[in-house]
C-alpha cells in the first residue's frame, strides 16, 4: 500500500505563485510514475502535469504549459508542482497520483491517491 500526502495549497491572488508536495510513503517500490490532477467544483478531475521516475519525461496539460513545473526528489520520495502566473481558473482540489503504466494515463489507471489540497486564486 501507498500512501499519498499533499501539502501546499492556500488562498492567493491572480499571478502569484505557489508550490504543492507530495509526499510517499509505504511499500512505494522504484521506477514509478506521479502526477498532478485537479478538480474544480462542478467539474471532472483533470490532468495537470505528470514526471517519470528519473524526470527525463515530464508531461503538460496545455493550460498550465509555461506556467506550471512539475518536479520530484526520489531521495525525499516528494513530488512538486511549482504553479506561477496562477489564475483563478486555476483554482481546484490538486490531487496527487502514483503508479500509472504511462505518462498519458487517465485517472482510472493511477494506482494511489491523496487526499487533495484546495488551491484557490482570487481575482
Known amino acids: 500500500q501507498v500512501q499519498l500526502v499533499e501539502s501546499g495549497g492556500g488562498l492567493v491572488q491572480a499571478g502569484d505563485s505557489l508550490r504543492l508536495s507530495c509526499v510517499a510513503s509505504?511499500?512505494?517500490?522504484?521506477?514509478?510514475?506521479q502526477a498532478w490532477f485537479r478538480q474544480a467544483p462542478g467539474k471532472e478531475r483533470e490532468f495537470v502535469a505528470a514526471?517519470?521516475?528519473?524526470?527525463?519525461?515530464?508531461n503538460y496539460a496545455d493550460s498550465v504549459k509555461g506556467r506550471f513545473t512539475i518536479t520530484r526528489d526520489n531521495t525525499k520520495n516528494t513530488l512538486y508542482l511549482q504553479m506561477n502566473s496562477l489564475k483563478p481558473e486555476d483554482t481546484a482540489v490538486y490531487y496527487c497520483a502514483s503508479h500509472s503504466p504511462n505518462l498519458m494515463a487517465p485517472p482510472s489507471a493511477w494506482g494511489y491517491w491523496g487526499q487533495g489540497t484546495q488551491v484557490t486564486v482570487s481575482s
Open positions: 514526471i517519470t521516475w528519473s524526470s527525463e519525461s515530464t
Open positions: 509505504g511499500r512505494t517500490g522504484t521506477n514509478y510514475n
